[in-house]
């Protein structure tokens, strides 16, 4: 079977991947609960974080070994959870002196809805 690795975005939510996408990597490395895949198709790297049932996981495209050990950024996580809420709107954050635009169906901005927990 042909890997999607390609077709894949540089991150993105596990639960939203391929179905199976994790099985079908190799695990090679693990650290600070983010786990390094390697496809055994096309041999790209993944970073992983490791499974909790308690938060949602992030998966993240490693241009090369060099990059590992990494944790997902939060800036990149910050950008994939404002794209699942469908980008901001002309309101201002409920937090005084934040002056940033709320996020769609929210009344915080994307730093303070991540501060409050939010990830997806
Ligand atoms: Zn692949
Ligand atoms: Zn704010």
Redesign the pocket.
């Known amino acids: 079977m042909k890997?999607?690795?390609?077709s894949l975005p540089e991150i993105f939510y596990l639960s939203e991947g391929p179905e199976g996408f994790e099985g079908?990597?190799k695990l090679l490395d693990g650290k600070d609960w983010v786990n390094l895949y390697e496809?055994?198709?096309?041999?790209?790297l993944w970073a992983i974080d490791a499974w909790d049932k308690y938060r949602v996981r992030f998966a993240m495209r490693l241009g090369s070994r060099e990059a590992w050990p990494t944790i997902i950024p939060v800036e990149e996580q910050k950008e994939l959870l404002l794209a699942s809420r469908g980008g901001t709107t002309d309101e201002m954050c409920i937090w005084e002196d934040c002056g940033k635009h709320r996020v769609k169906g929210v009344v915080y901005c994307i730093d303070h809805l991540y501060e409050a927990g939010a990830r997806e």
Not at 39 to 44: A, D, K, L, R
Request: charged residues 15%; glycine residues 8%.
């Open positions: 890997c999607e690795c390609a079908s990597l496809c055994p198709e096309c041999g790209t």
